[in-house]
């Protein structure tokens, strides 16, 4: 399996709500009072492009072009931190509210971003994937979603 998406699979994904801080787990149900069970959300970020270290100068301009994207979109937003599960790595990201999957996968490919988790509320959180080359070394398991895409077929990422 590939590290970064061994790294997205074990990675800690905690979303700041009216109610309190909430881990998105990956095949557990996301439920929050943030709208009727069956609206479209989703977890982006725009830090670090094809999985590559950036200035933080870098990160926080992606990061804030990504916010402009999704209140334009008129999209609920509540921040978020991705992190490894040492929280050794942590970048920040954004909980979207009323985002269609379709959508999201745009801009997380816009946005350079190799993964993103989407869903439904009250539904299983998913791990959408945007690197469809990494599938032949995986055994698939029933929350990820391979998303095909223009993505660059870089080898690295």
């Known amino acids: 399996m590939p590290p970064l998406l061994e790294a997205f699979l074990a990675a800690h994904y ?4 009216p109610t309190g801080e909430q881990m998105l ?10 709208g009727p069970a ?4 989703a977890l982006l970020t725009a ?10 100068a870098a990160n926080d ?21 991705n ?5 050794g790595h ?11 999957p379709a959508a999201a996968d745009a801009l997380a490919l816009q946005f350079g971003q190799c993964a ?15 690197r469809a080359h990494w599938r032949e070394a995986v055994v698939d398991t029933a929350f990820v979603d391979w998303v095909a895409s223009t993505a660059p077929d870089d080898r690295r990422t």
């Open 14 to 17: 905690r979303v700041f709500l």
């Open 25 to 34: 787990v990956p095949g557990r149900p996301f439920v929050a009072p943030l």
């Open 38 to 41: 069956g609206t479209p959300w």
């Open 47 to 56: 830090f670090n492009p094809l999985a590559r270290s950036q200035p933080s």
């Open 61 to 81: 301009a992606a990061q804030a072009r990504l916010l402009a994207a999704l209140h334009a979109a008129r999209c609920a937003c509540w921040p978020g931190i």
């Open 83 to 87: 992190s490894d599960a040492d929280g």
């Open 90 to 100: 942590a970048e920040r990201s954004v909980l979207a509210i009323g985002l269609a």
């Open 116 to 130: 993103l988790l989407a869903g439904t509320l009250g539904a299983a959180v998913r791990l959408r994937i945007l």
